[in-house]
Each structure stands twice: as C-alpha cells, then as structure tokens.
C-alpha cells in the first residue's frame, strides 16, 4: 500500500482572501480500483494526517482496506493532501494567505482535473470534515453521501480561541510543535480518558507523572515527523471553517446540497461539540429530509473518531 503521491500542478490559484498563486502543488494518493472503474470515496485527513490513509503508515488502517467498512474492493479511495501540509515537500510559509475554502476549492479543481464526475463519499473527521463541508456547499452535486465526523460546518467560539492559543504558542515557544501539541492533547482527550489511563501514576524513573511524561512523548514524537510551517497552516485552517462566509444563510446553502448528509458526532468532544453536532442536525432537518445524526458514545473525546472502530463500523455500514 505504499504508493508515492501523485502530483497535480493548479495553475492560476487565488485564495479567498486575493493572494494569487501561478501554480500550486496538488498531491494525491489511491486505494482500490483504478480511478473511474469504481465508486470513489474522498477521504479528507486530518491536522498531522496525510494522503497515507492506509498501509504501513496508515492513519485510518482500522476504517478503510480489505474487508474493512470502507472496502477497497469495491470502492476506489482518493485522498488528497493539504497544500502545505508537508508530505509531499510542498511547503507553504504565508499560511495567512488560505482558509478552510480555499482548500475545498483545490480539492475541487483536483477532482475536475482526474474527470471524476461525482463521488460516492465524502468522509473526514475534525479539520478534514469541515473542509469537506466545504467542498459541499461549493459544488452541491459532486457527492452521493456527506459523512462529516467529529466535526462541524463551522469554526465556533471555543475553536477559535483554541486555535488562537495554539497559533500563539506556535509563534513564541521555543518548542512551538511540542508545546502546541501538548496542548492541543487537551483539547482531543478528556478527563476521564485521562483518568482511565493514567489513575494518577508516577513514572518513577523520571520523577515525574505518567500524564506528563505520556504529553512530552506525543510533542517529541510530532516534533520529529512535522514541520512548523504545516502546523500553523493545518491551525489556520481549523480555524476558519465556514461554509456561510460571504455568502448567504446556513440554510440556503445547505438546502441545495444533494447529498445525504450523515453527521456524526462524539458524545464527550470538547473540541467540536455534540450540542453543536446535533443543532446543526435539527436545522438542516426543518427543510432537507436526507439527514441523519448519529453518536459515537466514548470516554475519549474528540479522537474517539481514531479509537472507537466497533461503533465507527457499525455507523457507517449502511452507506458502504
């Protein structure tokens, strides 16, 4: 499943907010049938994600391959990387520049550019759901299903602040990728996922708490695999989610969607709330009968949507 992304060069690119690109890097990778000779799904990873969504450094191994929910032999698997995200070498310094849009519309420009006429699925959690919202609401025809995990249409008040903090430790750490990413831990896990796994001990070779030696583990492990530059791109992103800016009301846009929305949420996130999950569920249903909610039920927070598999599976089975 190792198979080295494919690169395709958008030409004359503006970004939402006027910044003019003559080319942009596109890189891409497949799973599956060839191209066009299946049904195609457009898997949308994550902030440390990448177009690798399966094999040996597979970060949804449990989701998608043979056999699995998401079956690769009967399904193509498309994933695009995030310009700037790093896995390709493209490396994009001004992240200012882009917004969440911005890289639903490259993703869009890329799926014209392969001749894919529409898609069977489009599935993201976190960052990759909300671009996948708006990749929706810019081309309401271009997909069966819209199954956004974790996730939400738009960036809200706590996200903001959030990413806001993160993009500050970014800026001034001087451990900026293993600072932000301790405390964007916090943000991912709960309580009592803390609780669960660490009952308070002590890594007595350290002298310090397993919690903290567990967060200093995961910022050097980071650290090691992801550059500064992608990271405030993937924060910049998270941050500006919304499928409504400059452009008309939540319902106008989404009642031209002809997708069946699946939205699922998590119980216990903190970073994108079911609350949130489910009254954007409650609005869409007033007026578009192919929408349904669902709930992952978990102790883990946010990155259940990488944990919980078993209830993933059984969600999702219907649709694939």
């Known amino acids: 499943m190792e198979n080295k992304p494919n690169h395709i060069t958008l030409q004359n ?13 596109l890189s891409f990778q497949v799973f599956g049938p060839e191209l066009n000779t299946a049904p195609i799904v457009l898997v949308n990873h994550a902030l440390t994600g990448n177009s690798q969504v399966i094999g040996k450094n597979g970060w949804w191994n449990d989701l998608i391959g043979e056999n699995k929910t998401i079956d690769i032999t009967k399904y193509t698997v498309l994933a695009f990387n995030v310009p700037g995200n790093g896995y390709d070498e493209t490396r994009i310094e001004n992240y200012l520049d882009f917004n969440a849009r911005d890289i639903a519309k490259s993703f869009v420009e890329g799926i014209k550019f392969l001749e894919i006429k529409k898609l069977y699925a489009i599935i993201g959690g976190s960052v990759g759901g909300g671009i996948a919202w708006e990749i929706a609401a810019l081309e309401p025809k271009i997909t069966k299903h819209l199954i956004p995990i974790a996730t939400d249409w738009k960036s809200t008040d706590w996200l903001i602040a959030n990413c806001f903090l993160q993009e500050q430790i970014l800026n001034n750490s001087s451990k900026p ?8 831990m916090l943000c991912y896990r709960t309580p009592e996922s803390f609780k669960s796994k ?3 001990t002590v890594n007595e070779e350290l002298a310090i708490f397993n ?12 650290q090691k695999r992801f550059q500064l530059s992608s990271y405030k791109m993937m924060n910049q992103l998270l941050k500006t989610i919304d499928i409504t800016r400059n452009r008309g ?4 846009i989404t009642s031209k969607i002809d997708a069946d929305i699946h939205i699922i949420g998590i119980n216990s996130d903190l970073f994108f709330t079911a609350d949130e999950n489910k009254s954007t569920y409650q609005e869409i249903k ?5 929408v349904s909610y669902h709930e992952i039920v978990s102790i883990h927070g946010h990155d259940a949507f ?15």
Do not use: M, P
């Not at 006027?18 to 942009?24: E, K």
């Not at 919690?211 to 980071?222: A, N």
């Not at 009301?249 to 106008?252: A, H, L």
């Open 198 to 200: 660490f009952q308070r």
């Open 177 to 184: 990728i293993e600072d932000a990413r301790i405390h964007a």
């Open 249 to 252: 009301s939540f319902e106008e």
């Open 211 to 222: 919690i903290e030696s567990w967060l200093c583990h995961h910022g050097e492990k980071l």
């Open 286 to 290: 007033k007026y578009k009968n192919n």
């Open 13 to 25: 690119f503006t970004t939402e907010s006027g910044v003019f690109y003559s080319v942009l890097n």
């Open 306 to 320: 990488l944990i919980e598999f078993k209830q993933l599976d059984n969600l999702l089975q219907n649709i694939f």
